[in-house]
């Protein structure tokens, strides 16, 4: 009996020396082991939102041409290039500012004329099944090819554009996708467009002609989507803090997060609710919802959102079941399976990825909300919608619960991953 | 810090009652962040609202992936088991606490044979908890049956 009370005493001594030991390593040592703060299931969700969870881009296969290095390069002259515009001033990057995130910063774009909506980021788009705030188009090449032909952007005409390319191009252009069609006695400014002269034009045209220069078109497109598709999100803060937490709860100033960033990321994932949508490691769903964003201060044409988006996207001269298109029917899943119908696309958008949002004021569509304090005060209220029914529901939240968010979305800012050279405006032929 | 003083302290009763503190915290904060669904039932063999049917779902990817297109295979049998080969099928859902449906519009495109179905064009865009209904016609008659999901 009393060797026994004796052993346990001994065995009570060298654990508490044993913990002492453990303890005193922890405190002398560089990096601090914090608490489990996180519960398993709340660090599976963490995980799901890490940029190191994307999957790498795979073929696209209604751009054949969308991994063919020569596509990009020429895709990054044709971004640049002002000519692909009806005055000769517009390029992509007028309003996708490499600079700035590929967007400009401003409520309503500025091509030509003033656009009704805000200039959406571009990477990690190509992730993307649909793209525009609508999702009108099923593809980055389908996307690039509105804005040329929309009066308001671009302002051009597919003629026009097959000139630019036969003039300034030919070379690259034949070397990724064959030789250009004859181009003599061509309009040079033709084109299924809202200018009745161009429009005219372009109906006089042979059916087998339309269909040549479409077909460029449509290239101009795919080159412009080999180059965009190389753009992708890095990793931010938050994405550093995530795989610090899974690793082992170690942290280095490097992986760590404020008290206030972390405090809003778990609103983020839990009582917020932000995660329903902005989920995955792009931080959004992909999808399409009403959350009653108030109307723009600006009188703009009607627009219902995804309710007109869909049926564009199905019946889209450049999509995935196109004649323009690379891909087989059953590669084109998306569109075949698609939602077209039904009240809840009523003034539904998209939802945006959350990566780099501090630097992407104003926000929603048509940049109605100032700040990202506006945003996330407008998601705690949830107002009943303009038009249509939002989604949202009220969340409790208080000035520092809704200050702790805003910290949080501020910390998921990170760099573009890109080529050196495709954060740089190139050299324009003359 | 309470943890770290059991750690010193090794006394039994303290440590079993702080271990039993910390696991009942985690549960309540586990339950606070992620509820789903209240319907516990998420069975994926069900029996359809009037009893004409067995149905049941077999996902193509488990876990069920959130944000990509799938397939599933549906199979049907009449309550006393005899496969149901053909049937007209049609499938809705959502999710009720939401208050919106699918994402992607899924069809049944073709009977696979011994009352099996293919079923493409499903897709979830969220986590929690979802509701997928397929109505079925055949020579038994018309019935529903509704499965429950959390994701």
Same mark, same amino acid.
């Given at each position: 009996?009393?060797?026994?009370?004796?052993?346990?005493?001994?065995?009570?001594?060298?654990?508490?020396?044993?913990?002492?030991?453990?303890?005193?390593?922890?405190?002398?040592?560089?990096?601090?082991? %914090?608490?489990?703060?996180?519960?398993?299931?709340?660090?599976?969700?963490?995980?799901?939102?890490?940029?190191?969870?994307?999957?790498?881009?795979?073929?696209?296969?209604?751009?054949?041409?969308?991994?063919?290095?020569?596509?990009?390069?020429?895709?990054?002259?044709?971004?640049?290039?002002?000519?692909?515009?009806?005055?000769?001033?517009?390029?992509?990057?007028?309003?996708?500012?490499?600079?700035?995130?590929?967007?400009?910063?401003?409520?309503?774009?500025?091509?030509?004329?003033?656009?009704?909506?805000?200039?959406?980021?571009?990477?990690?788009?190509?992730?993307?099944?649909?793209?525009?705030?609508?999702?009108?188009?099923?593809?980055?090449?389908?996307?690039?090819?509105?804005?040329?032909?929309?009066?308001?952007?671009?302002?051009?005409?597919?003629?026009?554009?097959?000139?630019?390319?036969?003039?300034?191009?030919?070379?690259?252009?034949?070397?990724?996708?064959?030789?250009?069609?004859?181009?003599?006695?061509?309009?040079?400014?033709?084109?299924?467009?809202?200018?009745?002269?161009?429009?005219?034009?372009?109906?006089?045209?042979?059916?087998?002609?339309?269909?040549?220069?479409? %077909?460029? =078109?449509a290239n101009i497109g795919k080159a412009i989507a080999?180059?965009?598709?190389?753009?992708?999100?890095?990793?931010?803060?938050? &994405?550093?803090?995530?795989?610090?937490? +899974?690793?082992?709860?170690?942290?280095?100033?490097?992986?760590?997060?404020?008290?206030?960033?972390?405090?809003?990321?778990?609103?983020?994932?839990?009582?917020?609710?932000?995660?329903?949508?902005?989920?995955?490691?792009?931080?959004?769903? &992909?999808?399409?919802?009403?959350?009653?964003?108030?109307?723009?201060?600006?009188? +703009?044409?009607?627009?219902?959102?995804?309710?007109?988006?869909?049926?564009?996207?199905?019946?889209?001269?450049?999509?995935?079941?196109?004649?323009?298109?690379?891909?087989?029917?059953?590669?084109?899943?998306?569109?075949?399976?698609?939602?077209?119908?039904?009240?809840?696309?009523?003034?539904?958008?998209?939802?945006?990825?959350?990566?780099?949002?501090?630097?992407?004021?104003?926000?929603?569509?048509?940049?109605?909300?100032?700040?990202?304090?506006?945003?996330?005060?407008? =998601?705690?209220?949830?107002?009943?919608?303009?038009?249509?029914?939002?989604?949202?529901?009220?969340?409790?939240?208080?000035?520092?619960?809704?200050?702790?968010?805003?910290?949080?979305?501020?910390?998921?800012?990170?760099?573009?991953?890109?080529?050196?050279?495709?954060?740089?405006?190139?050299?324009?032929?003359? | 810090?309470h943890l770290l003083q059991a750690s010193l302290h090794?006394?039994?009763?303290?440590?079993?009652?702080?271990?039993?503190?910390?696991?009942?915290?985690?549960?309540?904060?586990?339950?606070?962040?992620?509820?789903?669904?209240?319907?516990?039932?998420?069975?994926?063999?069900?029996?359809?609202?009037?009893?004409?049917?067995?149905?049941?779902?077999?996902?193509?990817?488990?876990?069920?992936?959130?944000?990509?297109?799938?397939?599933?295979?549906?199979?049907?049998?009449?309550?006393?088991?005899?496969?149901?080969?053909?049937?007209?099928?049609?499938?809705?859902?959502?999710?009720?606490?939401?208050?919106?449906?699918?994402?992607?519009?899924?069809?049944?495109?073709?009977?696979?044979?011994?009352?099996?179905?293919?079923?493409?064009?499903?897709?979830?865009?969220?986590?929690?908890?979802?509701?997928?209904?397929?109505?079925?016609?055949?020579?038994?008659?018309?019935?529903?049956?509704?499965?429950?999901?959390?994701?």
């Amino acid at each position: 009996m009393t060797s026994t009370v004796m052993s346990r005493s001994r065995t009570v001594r060298v654990l508490v020396g044993l913990g002492a030991v453990a303890l005193v390593t922890s405190m002398i040592g560089t990096v601090r082991r %914090r608490p489990a703060r996180w519960t398993p299931e709340e660090l599976a969700l963490l995980g799901s939102l890490s940029i190191r969870t994307l999957e790498p881009l795979g073929d696209d296969p209604s751009n054949r041409f969308a991994t063919d290095p020569r596509a990009a390069s020429l895709g990054r002259q044709l971004f640049f290039d002002a000519r692909l515009s009806g005055n000769g001033k517009v390029s992509c990057a007028t309003c996708h500012i490499a600079a700035q995130d590929f967007q400009d910063g401003k409520p309503l774009a500025d091509g030509i004329g003033r656009t009704a909506r805000r200039t959406m980021p571009i990477a990690g788009t190509a992730h993307s099944p649909w793209l525009f705030w609508d999702g009108r188009a099923d593809s980055q090449w389908a996307q690039a090819l509105g804005p040329l032909e929309s009066g308001v952007e671009h302002g051009g005409s597919r003629t026009q554009y097959a000139h630019v390319v036969a003039e300034q191009y030919r070379a690259e252009y034949e070397a990724v996708f064959g030789a250009l069609p004859d181009l003599t006695g061509l309009p040079r400014r033709a084109g299924p467009v809202s200018d009745t002269t161009w429009r005219a034009a372009w109906h006089r045209m042979e059916v087998g002609r339309r269909d040549n220069i479409s %077909r460029v =078109y449509a290239n101009i497109g795919k080159a412009i989507a080999a180059f965009e598709r190389r753009i992708e999100p890095g990793a931010s803060r938050v &994405d550093r803090y995530v795989d610090a937490e +899974l690793a082992d709860g170690r942290h280095t100033p490097e992986t760590s997060l404020t008290s206030d960033e972390e405090a809003g990321l778990r609103l983020f994932v839990g009582r917020a609710r932000c995660v329903t949508c902005h989920n995955g490691p792009l931080l959004t769903d &992909d999808h399409f919802h009403n959350t009653g964003v108030p109307l723009p201060r600006v009188e +703009l044409p009607p627009d219902s959102g995804r309710a007109a988006g869909g049926r564009k996207a199905v019946a889209g001269e450049f999509n995935c079941t196109s004649p323009y298109s690379d891909a087989k029917p059953e590669d084109c899943q998306e569109l075949r399976f698609a939602v077209t119908e039904g009240p809840e696309l009523v003034c539904a958008y998209k939802t945006p990825s959350l990566r780099n949002v501090a630097g992407r004021a104003p926000y929603m569509h048509a940049g109605q909300l100032a700040s990202l304090s506006d945003v996330v005060a407008h =998601y705690a209220a949830a107002p009943a919608a303009p038009f249509g029914r939002s989604e949202l529901k009220p969340i409790r939240l208080s000035p520092n619960e809704q200050r702790q968010l805003v910290a949080f979305l501020q910390a998921l800012t990170g760099p573009l991953v890109a080529p050196a050279t495709y954060l740089e405006i190139p050299a324009l032929r003359r | 810090m309470h943890l770290l003083q059991a750690s010193l302290h090794p006394r039994r009763s303290t440590v079993r009652t702080s271990s039993l503190i910390a696991v009942a915290l985690m549960a309540v904060t586990a339950c606070s962040h992620f509820r789903s669904a209240p319907s516990p039932d998420i069975a994926t063999v069900k029996v359809s609202a009037h009893q004409l049917y067995r149905a049941s779902v077999r996902p193509g990817v488990v876990p069920i992936p959130v944000r990509r297109l799938q397939s599933w295979t549906l199979h049907i049998d009449t309550v006393d088991g005899r496969p149901i080969d053909v049937a007209t099928i049609t499938m809705n859902g959502g999710m009720p606490q939401h208050g919106h449906g699918l994402p992607t519009a899924p069809r049944v495109t073709r009977a696979v044979g011994t009352g099996d179905y293919l079923v493409q064009g499903v897709k979830f865009n969220m986590g929690g908890w979802w509701v997928v209904r397929f109505a079925i016609a055949s020579s038994a008659g018309t019935d529903t049956v509704t499965f429950n999901l959390s994701l």
